[in-house]
């Protein structure tokens, strides 16, 4: 294990660890990414996860990138 990965993985434990969050409205979900050391590595990272959606037909893509750590990382939401 390389030392940046001991620290990504620390920084996760203590919950300082950068994710990216992308929520779609269909189907209706939320999913994390991560984690990652720096909110950069992040966002670098972020549009191949986009497009890996974008090609199973998801829809309405929203992201952020945000400090904090998931419980799940996909949350199925109820369709009302």
């Given at each position: 294990?390389?030392?940046?990965?001991?620290?990504?993985?620390?920084?996760?434990?203590?919950?300082?660890?950068?994710?990216?969050?992308?929520?779609?409205?269909?189907?209706?979900?939320?999913?994390?990414?991560?984690?990652?050391?720096?909110?950069?590595?992040?966002t670098?990272?972020?549009?191949?996860?986009?497009?890996?959606?974008?090609?199973?037909?998801?829809?309405?893509?929203?992201?952020?990138?945000?400090?904090?750590?998931?419980?799940?990382?996909?949350?199925?939401?109820?369709?009302?």
């Amino acid at each position: 294990m390389k030392i940046s990965e001991i620290w990504t993985n620390i920084l996760d434990f203590l919950g300082q660890a950068w994710w990216v969050e992308v929520l779609t409205t269909q189907p209706k979900c939320t999913y994390y990414f991560g984690p990652f050391a720096e909110a950069g590595e992040a966002t670098v990272a972020m549009s191949g996860y986009v497009e890996d959606l974008q090609a199973e037909s998801a829809q309405g893509i929203k992201t952020q990138v945000k400090r904090f750590k998931p419980d799940r990382l996909t949350i199925e939401h109820e369709v009302e």
